[in-house]
C-alpha cells in the first residue's frame, strides 16, 4: 500500500482507564442523555440547542466557552436544553487545511494524532467535570467513536459522510442520539435513508469485531442547506422544507421518534454567520404555525464562539474561529434568552 505506518496508536480502553470518567461526571451525562431523549421521543417540550465552535481549536478558550453556558442553561432550563458542540474532527472538502484537535491539538504544530487522542479526550473531560455538560462531537471516523463514547451525549454525521455504509451502520450501535445530516446536494432522500438504516439492526465489522447492533431509535434528521451544480447554495430550514420532511417521515411510518434538528449555520446561512439569529426565530415562528412542524422539529444546532468571525490558523484572536465563522458571545448569549422566550409562545 502507498502509506508508511508510522506507530501504534492506543486501544479505546487503554485511554480510558488512563483518563477516566469520574463516578460524578458519569452521573451528570446519564441526566443529559435523559433529558435529550425525552425531546426527541416527545416527553419534553423543551427545545434542544446544540450550541458551539465551529471546530474545538484550542482547550481553554473552549472550556472558557462553555463555561459561559453554565449559567445560562440555568436560567433557561425551563425552556431549553443546551448542548455544547466540542467537534474534535473537521471534514475538509479537499483534505487540505486544520482538520481539527485530532490531528492537530496544536493549530500551529504538525499534525500528531497520538497527542490528538489524548487532546480531544482530556477536552471533553474537562467540560463534564467543570461545568456538567456532555457534549456533541461529529463522527467523521466512525472507528473512533469508542475514544469518546463515556462522555458523548450527542452525535452528528456531517453532510458528506451521510452517505457512507460505516456511518450508518456504526450509528446503528450507538446508545446516543444521532442526527444525520442532509447531503451537499440536498437530496432528501439519502438523509432519510439514511436514518432508517441508522434505526435498523445490522451485522458488520467493527474494530476487528465481527458485530450486531440493536439499532438506534434516537437517529433522525437535520436539515443544513445544500449546494447546487453550480455551486449556489440553497437553504431548507423554510416553512415548506420543514413539512416536506413532515411528509417525508409519514411515508415511513416504521421510523421511531420523527425529529428534525435545524442547522442555522452552513448552506442555511451560506456561511454568513450573522444570518443565525434570523434563521433560528424563523424555525421557532414556523413552529407555531404549524402542530405537525411544531412536533417535528426538535432543536437549533448554532455555530457560536466567543469572538465573531474567523481568522487564519497563525493569527491569535483568543476564542474567534480558525474555520468557518461563528456568532460572538455576547450575541449568542441575547439569542438563547430570545429563542427561550420564543419556545415558551409555541
Known amino acids: 500500500m502507498n502509506m508508511t505506518l508510522k506507530r501504534k496508536l492506543f486501544e479505546p480502553q487503554e485511554i480510558k482507564e488512563m483518563y477516566p470518567l469520574t463516578e460524578e461526571g458519569a452521573a451528570c451525562k446519564q441526566r443529559n442523555d435523559a433529558e435529550i431523549r425525552d425531546i426527541l421521543s416527545g416527553q419534553s417540550d423543551k427545545l434542544l440547542l446544540i450550541i458551539g465552535p465551529c471546530s474545538a481549536d484550542h482547550e481553554d478558550s473552549v472550556i472558557d466557552y462553555i ?76 472507528e473512533n467513536h469508542l475514544f469518546l463514547s463515556d462522555l458523548l451525549s450527542y452525535v452528528a454525521v456531517g453532510a458528506r459522510s451521510v452517505e457512507d455504509q460505516q456511518h450508518r451502520l456504526t450509528a446503528s450501535g450507538l446508545d446516543i442520539p444521532v442526527g444525520m445530516k442532509n447531503p451537499t446536494s440536498g437530496d432528501l432522500s439519502v438523509m432519510m435513508n439514511s436514518v432508517k438504516a441508522a434505526q435498523s439492526s445490522h451485522s458488520f465489522i467493527y474494530r476487528n469485531w465481527e458485530v450486531e447492533s440493536k439499532g438506534n431509535p434516537f437517529a433522525h434528521a437535520i436539515l443544513r442547506g445544500y449546494v447546487d451544480d453550480h455551486g449556489t447554495t440553497h437553504p431548507n430550514y423554510h416553512f415548506e422544507d420543514l413539512c416536506r420532511v413532515s411528509e417525508l417521515y409519514a411515508a415511513m411510518p416504521d421510523l421511531k421518534n420523527p425529529a428534525v434538528i435545524v442547522d442555522c449555520n452552513h448552506s442555511n446561512s451560506g456561511k454568513h454567520f450573522l444570518e443565525q439569529i434570523r434563521i433560528a426565530k424563523e424555525v421557532l415562528h414556523s413552529m407555531r404555525h404549524s402542530d405537525s412542524v411544531n412536533r417535528l422539529v426538535k432543536g437549533l444546532m448554532i455555530e457560536s464562539y466567543i469572538e465573531d468571525g474567523a481568522q487564519g490558523a497563525g493569527e491569535s484572536t483568543y476564542g474567534k474561529s480558525i474555520t468557518d465563522p461563528c456568532l460572538g458571545w455576547e450575541k449568542s448569549e441575547r439569542l438563547i434568552y430570545d429563542l427561550a422566550e420564543l419556545a415558551a409562545l409555541r
Not at 117 to 129: D, E, F, K, P, S
Request: aromatic share 6%; with cysteine.
Open 67 to 142: 463555561s459561559r453556558l453554565r449559567p445560562v442553561q440555568d436560567a433557561v432550563r425551563d425552556k431549553l436544553v443546551i448542548v455544547p458542540r466540542i467537534y474534535t474532527n473537521k471534514p475538509r472538502t479537499t483534505g487540505a487545511g486544520y482538520k481539527g484537535m485530532l490531528h492537530q491539538p496544536n493549530p500551529l504544530a504538525s499534525p500528531d494524532i497520538f497527542k490528538g487522542l489524548v487532546a480531544i479526550r482530556h477536552l471533553h473531560m474537562r467540560a463534564i467535570n467543570e461545568t456538567g455538560f456532555s457534549c456533541a462531537d461529529e463522527m467523521l471516523y466512525p
